[in-house]
T-cell receptor
Framework: GAVVSQHPSRVICKSGTSVKIECRSL??????MFWYRQFPKQSLMLMAT?????????EQGVEKDKFLINHASLTLSTLTVTSAHPEDSSFYIC?????????????FGPGTRLTVT | QKEVEQNSGPLSVPEGAIASLNCTYS??????FFWYRQYSGKSPELIMS????GDKEDGRFTAQLNKASQYVSLLIRDSQPSDSATYLC????????FGKGTSLLVTP
């Protein structure tokens, strides 16, 4: 299998605070993880690619100083939303590629619903 | 031109019928193609992957790939109300490139 977990599943924070979201691959080692954001009734938007042991690659328009990504081990990537604002409220989903399969399949975590008040 | 295109739907089919979902992509260098199912409020779930031209069957699902036409489709046989969801077509470039999804509604 290829199980990816995320924590927390839901978080409410006040404007100006920071929130950390964890993404873990439970039964495989993921050298690459991806972070997506999805607003209601819209498609997934790739925010960044997280590489173990190196800096994340951010998509155009995503502020790297606001969305801090740390891929500290082969099973854990974290996304920290700094100085959160109400417009950051969204569904954040990570995914991981299992290199052991030799294919490009990506498996998604269950997502984290962030509400900034 | 968007890289992965899908009709947003909704596509409505009666229970027991075949649902046909279509996707086109623009990058001829794409090599891996996926269909994900996303229920409302949930994250996407991988249901089919296909890498070479032709058909690939898995249970009630059949994925079809035509690289010459840059076309991927998903057929769902014997559609069930529980199949009602948004179906996302995804194509690899460096990361997955998603279409906006097709909303499928299977009516009892």
């Amino acid at each position: 299998g290829a199980v990816v977990s995320q924590h927390p599943s839901r978080v409410i924070c006040k404007s100006g605070t920071s929130v950390k979201i964890e993404c873990r691959s439970l039964d495989f080692q993921a050298t690459t993880m991806f972070w997506y954001r999805q607003f209601p009734k819209q498609s997934l938007m790739l925010m960044a690619t997280s590489n173990e042991g190196s800096k994340a690659t951010y998509e155009q328009g995503v502020e790297k100083d606001k969305f801090l990504i740390n891929h500290a081990s082969l099973t854990l990537s974290t996304l920290t939303v700094t100085s959160a604002h109400p417009e950051d409220s969204s569904f954040y989903i990570c995914s991981a590629r299992n290199p052991g399969t030799g294919r490009d399949e990506q498996y998604f975590g269950p997502g984290t619903r962030l509400t900034v008040t | 031109q968007k890289e992965v295109e899908q009709n947003s739907g909704p596509l409505s089919v009666p229970e027991g019928a075949i649902a046909s979902l279509n996707c086109t992509y623009s990058d001829r260098g794409s090599q891996s193609f996926f269909w994900y199912r996303q229920y409302s409020g949930k994250s996407p779930e991988l249901i089919m992957s296909i890498y070479s031209n032709g058909d690939k069957e898995d249970g009630r699902f059949t994925a079809q790939l035509n690289k010459a036409s840059q076309y991927v489709s998903l057929l769902i046989r014997d559609s069930q109300p529980s199949d009602s969801a948004t179906y996302l077509c995804a194509v690899t470039k460096n990361a997955l490139n998603f279409g906006k999804g097709t909303s499928l509604l299977v009516t009892p």
